[in-house]
């Protein structure tokens, strides 16, 4: 049973250059969330998908876009990468309003 | 904006109970409460989470305030297992603003 999976696990970029972190969920939950976790701090909602087809804006959403493939696959993609974009990524997913949210293991990420 | 606060850390003794406290000073009604936790170079894992009354699971109890102001995670009995970052967290519609997180020591 997979749950929510994630890949890459380690990424280092360039300043400037792109890429997609992708997320895969294998529980047919609804709802898809990315959050970066900075060092010691908690975690920071980035894009949400409430349902297939839809996306919105998080708490801190400057500098990346997402897109919703599918129900199941929910990607981040970041155009020109900064160091500021140094995190940890994680991505998310639940069934239903209100209900819990199931994690993937993260990706490190860092820019130089 | 919802706002989360948590104390840095605590620590608590092998099999005794821990209450982990949590403010929550802008919550709404509708808002749900949930707790996660997170084990080092892990994801988070969810705990457990609630509305108005208390509520227990397998792995914990949450009790809530009447004015819903504040929450406290209750582990029963700590393992060594136990030790990790706990989260509370405000749930708004799609939204989850997280609390800064206590840091739980389990001493054997």
């Known amino acids: 049973n997979a749950g929510v999976t994630q890949t890459p696990k380690f990424q280092v970029l360039k300043t400037g250059q792109s890429m997609t972190l992708q997320c895969a969920q294998d529980?047919?939950?609804?709802?898809m969330y990315w959050y970066r976790q900075d060092p010691g701090m908690g975690l920071r909602l980035i894009y949400y998908s409430a349902s297939e087809g839809t996306t919105d804006k998080g708490e801190v959403p400057n500098g990346y876009n997402v897109s919703r493939l599918n129900k199941r696959e929910f990607s981040l993609r970041l155009e020109s990468a900064a160091p500021s974009q140094t995190s940890v990524y994680f991505c998310a997913s639940r069934r239903l309003a209100g209900g819990p949210q199931y994690f993937g293991a993260g990706t490190r990420l860092s820019v130089l | 904006d919802a706002k989360t606060t948590q104390p840095n850390s605590m620590e608590s003794n092998e099999e005794e109970p821990v209450h982990l406290p949590c403010n929550h000073s802008t919550i709404s009604g509708t808002d749900y409460i949930h707790w996660y936790r997170q084990l080092p170079s892990q994801g988070p894992e969810y705990v457990i989470h609630g509305l108005t009354s208390n509520v227990n699971n397998r792995m914990a109890s949450l009790a809530i305030a009447e004015d819903r102001k504040s929450s406290t995670l209750i582990l029963h009995r700590a393992t060594l297992r136990d030790a990790a970052v706990y989260y509370c967290?405000?749930?708004?519609?799609?939204?989850?603003?997280f609390g800064p997180g206590t840091r739980l020591s389990v001493l054997p």
């Open positions: 967290v405000d749930n708004y519609g799609q939204n989850f603003v």
């Open positions: 529980m047919n939950h609804n709802s």
